[in-house]
T-cell receptor, first 118, second 118 residues
Framework: EAGVVQSPRYKIIEKKQPVAFWCNPI?????LYWYLQNLGQGPELLIR????????DSQLPKDRFSAERLKGVDSTLKIQPAELGDSAVYLC????????????????FGPGTRLTVL | GNSVTQMEGPVTLSEEAFLTINCTYT??????LFWYVQYPGEGLQLLLK?????DKGSNKGFEATYRKETTSFHLEKGSVQVSDSAVYFC?????FGAGGTSYGKLTFGQGTILTVHP
């Protein structure tokens, strides 16, 4: 079974330029997450989708960041314009969340996109 | 809000040494607890989990026990190998609840770098 796929793996851009990251979750997973991981820190949630609906975007800086998951499968995260402080690893994860409740199911992570803003 | 605190790193050990990485948490309700591992150049992988108090998660010789009274989830391994060298993250999830935006969100510690020498 293929894991979570992300592209590109690495991206170097100049500040004020736009950039986009793509994520394809594990087939059948209804929930998709974008996390930001700064150097030496743990990941922090940016946005969570249940199918095509963004159900938690409270940590997404909406002045420059946007995301979409139009068909409830793959997703794109965009930054426009990028700033120096956006240099980090952007992680995508997916899970199959059960409506019936209970303990949270496992989130599967992709390898991440390492962004460098010059 | 929720938070996870891991012991300061990095940790350097000789092969076959005993490993402990401390993790304490602050959360409302009854979170699920996780240890994730990140090998060089790879994505985060779930190492083990525990979903209620006194549960012990175990995998690949690693163990951690969910201690509600001390709000801790320390990671242990009796005999580490060179191949265990990685970054280890403790995390918690609110899991499922009656609505709310924390559904399925993972809160991570800052990570602990483990290096094992032959």
């Amino acid at each position: 079974e293929a894991g979570v796929v992300q592209s590109p793996r690495y991206k170097i851009i100049e500040k004020k330029q736009p950039v986009a990251f793509w994520c394809n979750p594990i087939s059948g997973h209804n929930t998709l997450y974008w996390y930001l991981q700064n150097l030496g820190q743990g990941p922090e949630l940016l946005i969570r989708y249940e199918n095509e609906e963004a159900v938690d975007d409270s940590q997404l800086p909406k002045d420059r960041f946007s995301a979409e998951r139009l068909k409830g499968v793959d997703s794109t995260l965009k930054i426009q314009p990028a700033e120096l402080g956006d240099s980090a690893v952007y992680l995508c994860a997916s899970s199959l969340e059960l409506i019936s409740g209970g303990a949270s199911n496992e989130q599967f992570f992709g390898p991440g996109t390492r962004l460098t803003v010059l | 809000g929720n938070s996870v605190t891991q012991m300061e790193g990095p940790v350097t050990l000789s092969e076959e040494a005993f490993l402990t990485i401390n993790c304490t948490y602050t959360a409302t309700g009854y979170p699920s607890l996780f240890w994730y591992v990140q090998y060089p150049g790879e994505g985060l992988q779930l190492l083990l989990k525990a979903t209620k108090a006194d549960d012990k998660g175990s995998n690949k010789g690693f163990e951690a026990t969910y201690r509600k009274e001390t709000t801790s989830f320390h990671l242990e391994k009796g005999s580490v190998q060179v191949s265990d060298s990685a970054v280890y993250f403790c995390a918690l999830s609110d899991g499922f609840g009656a609505g709310g935006t924390s559904y399925g969100k993972l809160t991570f510690g800052q990570g602990t770098i483990l290096t094992v020498h032959p």
